[in-house]
């Protein structure tokens, strides 16, 4: 088995010194969990980078490790059995891999902040939301209680909470489902981060609610300008507000785009699955397209591309060697700009 | 003992109100026996058969614990009326805490109704019990939501297939069960020889499918789906929907299903009602909910889902409702929705909207002319534009 899989140069272009420019830069991450069954490949190689005011979605399946990179990102991975072998996260250039725990604490929650999932087991049930709005303040500003509380009352305001002053003493099960993400939004937005993960904001709540939450994290976006990274597997969320997208697979990227280029032409064949099995609202299909198979077991990733056992289009190549994430062209050889695939067919399956 | 003799006469009344008790068991056999048969009796394709009118179903609010009175009901499902047709899919959906599981467990008899009457092939199922009750339960069956905690952890796939014919044994003799399971994971796309392993050696799909071969085993004609699919992967989930296509035809089964992802539900089904608070808000063909809506809050539900396509995220007007769901202990005076609708005047707190065609579209054949429960009924495309 040959690997080809170097660190590759889609999107960055990787020219030494230059990780000042952008606002995050994750290079070459692998991260592992110990486990009594063997050492899970959870992330394996993964390259992503996020300007400030721009949107990058991570689309991926249960297990394909958009959550744990995430977590590595944030410095929150449970360690053990979480394991990081090698790898660089870039924050303004720095390494934060590098960091001491106390310089990553002082990032965390006040450059980068994260919004949960699941809204209800992520806010403390014994503490009101005030309380734990103002934390954050307290921590990190040394506010005195009662200044917090004020500020926690400005925060909900600002994420449209009806009657922040009177709700500020709440518990969190007072709130609805929708109104609790936005508490959760509040508390990520409380010290204007310049970075923003979002991992799954909008999976637990309804349709209606969830335009209300995606439109409130856009706006508050375009008002601060903070680089957001979505992670999704919803394709509608993220043809809605992403700029750019990378699909992962398997705790690799598989391939890179700008939202548009993505939906018209993917150059990946797991992409293109993905866009054929989602059904549509606005016309009646045939019978569902479905990728055969199932998802990887990450104790045990099928050699060469992970994909491959999947794969409509596999061949003995795939099976024996790595592809790497590597630049996508027109046919005629113009470059486009921060896309890139991860398939030894790329070209096939873009231009095909 | 002492109690359950006395449990046993409380639910006789009628044998101490007659005299003659022999009587009273004979004719009660003969309706049975009647009931019975009705239940077995076929219906042709696009015939009505399940008939739902207004449906109730209030969960009693109490306070105190010894003296426990009732304080208020929550109104989960308040008066709701639809016909299942043989061979059809008929989507229901709306969002969390409309009722739409409610009304699963009802169609199941797993809970009582506090009104209303359900009418399969003629039998209003909220009043059988005995023989005529145990037919209907074996003709209607149920896919649930969560694959990781509908099956028994600790049974094998065998076990939980065939656990149906423990209680309706007249579907398969004994000898014969082992082999009926095989050939039920067979028929959804399982390997016959996983018949020993246990749930957890799945994989979310996988185990959606013992869920299905389960609600297949007693080869019935109706299956409610109560969410079968929200808990899949993307790539899962096509699948699944794929198999579920095939075996309706296959089977010659009728599905109510149950889901909030509305392109979903637009994929399999072929007539949608959409619910409001326990209330039906608006119900037609695929088409005529989907591209001719006419109740706001179809539009809005309509409106908010993305659309997996970059090119009309600018375009796309988009209604956003404010605020949420009110609770349904308390539900809003005349219609239900008209706190979050911006067409709401004073008619629409005064008046319950009824669930008809539209006035201004009655008699005629335009894809408007389906029932909906608003006052101002007005078609707008919400999808396409």
């Not at chain 1, 969190?172 to 508490?183: A, D, E, T, V």
């Not at chain 2, 296959?250 to 149950?258: K, P, V």
């Amino acid at each position: 088995m040959t690997i080809t899989d170097m660190p590759a140069d889609v999107p960055v272009p990787r020219s030494g010194e230059d990780h000042g420019s952008k606002l995050l830069d994750v290079r070459d991450l692998h991260v592992e969990f110990h486990t009594r069954d063997g050492i899970a490949k959870a992330v394996n190689g993964v390259n992503y980078s996020v300007d400030a005011g721009e949107t990058l979605a991570v689309l991926g399946e249960s297990g394909s490790g958009k959550s744990v990179t995430a977590q590595a990102i944030m410095g929150i991975l449970d360690m053990p059995p979480g394991r990081i072998p090698q790898g660089e996260i870039f924050f303004r250039g720095q390494d934060m891999l590098k960091m001491s725990a106390e310089e990553r604490r002082k990032i965390r929650g006040n450059k980068i902040a994260m919004i949960f999932q699941d809204a209800l087991s992520s806010l403390n049930p014994v503490l009101s939301v005030g309380y734990q709005l103002g934390e954050m303040f307290r921590v990190h500003e040394g506010l005195s209680r009662k200044e917090a509380k004020t500020k926690a009352i400005e925060l909900m305001d600002r994420v449209r909470i009806p009657a922040a002053k009177e709700r500020v003493s709440d518990y969190p099960h007072q709130f609805s489902g929708g109104m609790r993400q936005r508490i959760m939004i509040a508390m990520a937005m409380a010290l204007e981060p310049d970075l923003i993960i979002a991992d799954e904001p909008t999976t637990a709540l309804d349709v209606t609610v969830q335009a209300q939450v995606m439109e409130l994290l856009a706006e508050l976006q375009r008002e601060y300008h903070m680089g957001l990274i979505l992670i999704t597997h919803d394709l509608g969320v993220v043809a809605d507000v992403a700029d750019k997208i990378a699909v992962m697979y398997a705790g690799r990227i598989v391939e890179t785009a700008p939202v548009h280029e993505l939906y018209k032409r993917p150059a990946h064949p797991y992409t293109r699955g993905l866009l054929d099995s989602i059904p549509r609202l606005d016309r009646k299909g045939q019978e569902l397209y479905a990728i055969k198979g199932l998802p990887p077991n990450l104790l045990k990733i099928p050699t060469g591309c992970a994909f491959n056992p999947r794969c409509p289009k596999a061949e003995d190549i795939c099976r024996t060697d790595v592809p790497a994430l590597v630049p996508v062209t027109e046919q005629d050889g113009t470059e486009l700009p921060g896309r890139g695939s991860a398939c030894h067919f790329w070209k096939e399956t873009l231009h095909g | 003992m002492a109690d359950a003799e006395k449990n046993e006469k409380a639910m006789e009344p009628a044998a101490d109100a007659t005299p003659n008790v022999t009587e009273v068991e004979t004719v009660e056999a003969a309706t049975e026996d009647a009931a019975v048969a009705a239940i077995e009796a076929k219906v042709d394709r696009g015939e009505p058969i399940l008939q739902v009118r207004n449906l109730v179903k209030h969960f009693p609010l109490t306070q105190g614990i010894l003296i426990k009175r009732q304080i208020g009901a929550v109104k989960a499902v308040d008066g709701i009326s639809f016909d299942l047709y043989q061979g059809e899919t008929l989507g229901i959906v709306g969002e969390s805490g409309c009722g739409k599981s409610t009304v699963a467990k009802l169609l199941m008899t797993l809970e009582t109704a506090t009104a209303g009457e359900v009418f399969y092939k003629g039998q209003d199922i909220t009043r059988l019990s005995g023989r005529a009750l145990r037919a209907v339960r074996r003709n209607i069956q149920m896919v649930f939501q969560d694959p990781y905690t509908s099956l028994n952890p600790r049974m094998t796939v065998g076990d939980i297939i065939g656990e149906p014919f423990e209680i309706h044994p007249e579907v398969a003799p004994k000898g014969d069960r082992r082999r009926k399971v095989q050939d039920l994971l067979d028929v959804v796309g399982l390997n016959p020889e996983y018949i020993n392993r246990y749930p957890h050696q799945f994989s979310g799909g996988q185990r959606q499918r013992i869920g299905i071969a389960r609600g297949l085993a007693l080869n019935p004609e109706i299956i409610i789906c109560d969410e079968p699919v929200s808990a899949l992967d993307v790539s899962v989930q096509a699948q699944v929907i794929n198999l579920m296509e095939g075996l309706q035809d296959e089977f010659n089964l009728s599905y109510i299903f149950i889901a909030h992802d509305l392109s979903i539900v637009r994929h399999i089904s072929d007539r949608v009602g959409v619910m409001y608070l326990g209330k039906m808000a608006e119900i037609g063909s695929d088409t005529e909910i989907y591209d001719h809506p006419t109740h706001p809050y179809t539009q809005a539900l309509l409106s908010a889902v993305p659309v997996p396509d970059p090119e009309s995220r600018e375009g796309r007007e988009r209604i956003i409702l404010t605020g949420d769901v009110p609770s349904p202990a308390n539900p809003p005076s005349g219609c239900r929705f008209r706190t979050r609708c911006w067409k709401a005047q004073d008619k629409c707190a005064k008046e319950i909207p009824l669930l008809a065609i539209p006035e201004r579209f009655a008699g005629t054949d335009s894809p408007a002319a389906h029932e909906s429960a608003c006052h101002f009924a007005e078609e707008k495309d919400v999808v396409h534009a």
